[in-house]
């Protein structure tokens, strides 16, 4: 059973440019996160998807973010316009349909540098 | 809304000792579930410990255990016999059930020196 895989692991962008991180969770897990990690932050809830349908937005997620799961597997977040504020770690997470204990299954992340 | 608080943003610790890493959690519901989520530099964010909040037992898992306070809303972690490995950020988290997400702290960065 492998983990939950996002691509790309580092990116660096010019501000003003548009960047799309992937995410793979485990397979046949259901529900798939995205949450933002700054510099000494806790992860920062931003987006979640139940299969292909997306069920909450924080207010974090303004309208230059947009997540897609399409199929109900993988999953998009593509930031538009990017600001040296969108700098940070996306964290990407998966969780069971059954027994689901409310754990969190984590991707090493996507870490987004813009000059 | 559900807020979590870690007070202590860096600690340390020798090898072989003993640390308790503190959280304090606000809601008015009384049924949730607590984490401790260890993330190692550079690695990814692996869960420690769960507890759920209608037990009234304390979690443990081999060094690890959670001394839960819920009419205090306290939720800290203990490490017992420190070990390199576990120099980490460590976070504390929260959710009502297992549909609604994580609600995370700041982190407290552990550092086990020998």
């Known amino acids: 059973d492998t983990g939950v895989s996002q691509n790309p692991r580092h990116k660096i962008t010019k501000r003003g440019q548009n960047v799309t991180f992937r995410c793979d969770p485990i397979s046949e897990h259901n529900r798939l996160y995205w949450y933002r990690q700054t510099l000494g932050q806790g992860p920062e809830f931003l987006t979640y998807?139940?299969?292909?349908?997306?069920?909450?937005k924080s207010r974090l997620l303004s309208d230059r973010f947009s997540a897609e799961r399409p199929k109900g597997s993988f999953s998009t977040l593509e930031i538009q316009r990017t600001e040296q504020g969108d700098s940070a770690m996306y964290l990407c997470?998966?969780?069971?349909?059954?027994?689901?204990?409310?754990?969190?299954?984590f991707g090493e992340g996507s870490r987004l540098t813009v000059l | 809304a559900q807020t979590v608080t870690q007070s202590q943003p860096e600690m340390s610790v020798q090898e072989a000792e003993t640390v308790t890493l503190s959280c304090t959690y606000d809601t008015s519901e009384s049924n949730y579930y607590l984490f401790w989520y260890k993330q190692p530099p550079s690695r990814q964010m692996i869960l420690v410990i769960r507890?759920?909040?209608?037990?009234?037992q304390n979690a443990t898992e081999n060094r690890f255990s959670v001394n839960f306070q819920k009419a205090a809303k306290s939720f800290s972690l203990k490490i017992s016999d420190s070990q390199l490995g576990d120099t980490a950020m460590y976070f504390c988290a929260f959710t009502l059930s297992g549909n609604t997400p994580l609600v995370f702290g700041k982190g407290t960065r552990l550092s086990v020196i020998a």
């Open positions: 997470a998966s969780t069971p349909r059954v027994r689901n204990t409310g754990e969190l299954f």
């Open positions: 507890q759920e909040a209608y037990k009234q």
């Open positions: 998807f139940q299969n292909e349908a997306q069920l909450e």
